[in-house]
């Protein structure tokens, strides 16, 4: 049996351009493209460069992907570059000044670090997409798609706005990165099978829904990712709960709400689900909690870089995390030459594990799976640390590196499996993106849907007008927009609340303004000035998938 593994990177970040900057916003866009984009995409070119293949495989999300094509994103992140790269000077002459070589040291790591991603940049004509692809091309990653803007695909009201968030993050795919995808990642490893369902809030009536399978299958997909308890049953893993207090109050209340029994059945293997053709990777759990988790896991280490605490008014990091009870107040000063000896033990007792579950189990396949961003941006060290793991991996001859489509190829499944319905939260279930705080933007999502749902039967009338299609498709936008799974998730967590919550009220508002719209026009044959600024005005600032239309509602027959 083959002893194969691979990492799923899951790159990500909501539509952010044009709706705020800091503390929320673009900014966020700006901090992962520079300390973990860039930072993963020079790592694979390395150990491209090594003359190793098939190392990984990366997620890019729809949404993020038109981001960092956008020129808005690469005049603004030019701009962040420089204004980080400045704050890192000021910093150097103050530190300088009041003799603290061991910060002017960090300051000046700072200024250089800023310096190369400008460099970097600006030799690659700012497509950072580009460089993903040719990685692709070369045959070192694979790449794999989402959901459009992320959507919570399990609670979408209809199976045609199912369809529309997953046909849309194939055709982004393909314009982007000129094939067909294999891979697609659930949002939130979210999966729901067929049967029949009604809206968990509102009004709705029941109805026989597709499994999410049958929505992939029509679109060419041939695999997806499930968290372990969707095989095995069981309590949750967890994602997130160490890093939000929010989800362990949260997930406190409602342990006890739900208890499911164990199957056998190994996550090693890859399966078919239901009666499809479409087949699955199951996360590792032991692999999983030794990177997620910032109290028992890696990036808690005394002597990483601390995320939470920032130099004022620079917004650069000085400190190291110390100590998981030792607060912000506490930390001491960073020292990025203790990291290097910290890595190469934390890389070996990755491989270890590895080795381990290999021997212990009838293991084929070990997926690591995680969040993109948590390299580099929430933990700084761990873009590094990924690549001595493959230096590890690739020294080490009882493993191999592989990626899921050649890995499928090889090793087809054998065995089918019905799964439940589940996802990566806490709790196993839709708890973190469904509760007492965000059952209000669930209900606005399903009026927003009933309202476009209603006005497609008169989209060809629509279409025949220029200035009614342009109306048309940007109602369709922000429908797409306003069931991002990062809206309920935000305010869940506490993370950005009030950001989350503005958010998803906009992009309900505009939905319904949209639809009036097309309403008055349909009375009166005329689109009045004032409809038609506020049109433009949103159309400006929510500038995305610009060859949406009404067809990505249809499902088609296969």
Not at 15 to 21: A, K, Q
Request: with cysteine; net charge negative; aromatic share 16%.
């Amino acid at each position: 049996m083959s002893r194969d593994f691979f990492f799923v990177l899951h790159s990500h970040i909501p539509y952010v351009l044009g709706h705020g900057t800091w503390p929320h916003g673009v900014n966020w866009l700006y901090e992962v493209a520079a300390e973990s984009y860039i930072p993963l995409i020079r790592m694979f070119e390395r150990q491209a460069q090594k003359g190793r293949r098939g190392l990984s495989a990366v997620s890019v999300t729809p949404v993020l992907a038109e981001q960092l094509s956008s020129n808005t994103f690469r005049i603004g992140f030019r701009r962040y570059l420089n204004e980080r790269i400045n704050a890192a000077v000021e910093d150097i002459e103050y530190f300088s000044s009041v003799g603290n070589r061991k910060l002017e040291d960090m300051a000046t790591y700072w200024r250089d670090f800023y310096s190369e991603k400008l460099q970097y940049f600006d030799s690659i004509g700012g497509d950072i997409l580009s460089r993903f692809s040719y990685l692709q091309d070369e045959g070192v990653i694979e790449i794999i798609t989402s959901a459009a803007t992320h959507g919570y695909l399990p609670l979408l009201k209809y199976d045609e706005d199912v369809n529309a968030q997953v046909k849309k993050g194939v055709e982004t795919y393909e314009r982007y990165f000129n094939r067909q995808p294999k891979g697609f990642w659930l949002p939130e490893c979210a999966y729901r099978p067929g049967y029949k369902w009604s809206p968990p809030v509102g009004r709705g009536e029941i109805t026989n829904r597709l499994g999410i399978e049958e929505i992939l299958s029509k679109h060419g997909i041939k695999y997806f990712f499930v968290d372990t308890h969707l095989l095995k049953g069981g309590r949750a893993v967890g994602t997130y709960i160490d890093r939000f207090e929010g989800l362990r109050l949260l997930w406190d209340r409602i342990a006890k709400e739900h208890e499911v029994e164990s199957r056998q059945l190994s996550p090693y293997q890859p399966y078919y689900v239901a009666s499809s053709s479409v087949a699955f990777f199951t996360r590792d759990p032991v692999t999983a909690l030794q990177v997620w988790s910032g109290k028992h896991g890696y990036p808690g280490d005394p002597n990483y870089l601390e995320f939470h605490k920032k130099r004022f008014p620079s917004g650069l990091r000085y400190w190291r995390v110390t100590g998981a009870d030792v607060d912000l107040g506490g930390k001491d000063a960073y020292d990025r030459h203790k990291v290097d000896n910290v890595l190469n033990v934390h890389a070996d007792h990755f491989v270890s594990l590895l080795r381990d579950t290999f021997k212990d189990t009838d293991a084929g396949v070990v997926v690591a799976m995680y969040d993109t961003e948590l390299f580099g941006h929430w933990w700084f060290e761990g873009v590094q640390w990924i690549e001595k793991v493959f230096d590890r991996v690739f020294d080490y001859q009882g493993i191999s590196a592989t990626i899921p489509a050649r890995y499928i190829e090889e090793n087809p499944p054998v065995d089918v499996v019905s799964l439940p319905e589940g996802s990566w939260g806490e709790g196993g279930f839709h708890y973190v993106w469904l509760n007492e705080w965000t059952s209000w933007v669930w209900e606005r999502i399903y009026e927003a849907e009933d309202v476009v749902r209603q006005r497609i039967p008169s989209a060809e009338k629509f279409y025949c007008n220029m200035n009614t299609k342009v109306v048309f498709n940007q109602m369709l936008r922000e429908l797409l927009l306003l069931e991002s799974s990062d809206w309920p998730f935000l305010i869940t967590t506490w993370s950005a609340r009030d950001y989350a919550e503005r958010r998803a009220a906009y992009h309900y508002d505009n939905v319904v303004k949209l639809a009036k719209v097309l309403d008055r026009f349909d009375a009166n044959g005329v689109i009045d000035q004032e409809d038609m600024s506020f049109c433009r005005e949103v159309l400006s600032r929510d500038e995305i998938f610009s060859d949406v239309d009404v067809g990505l509602w249809k499902i088609e027959e296969v």
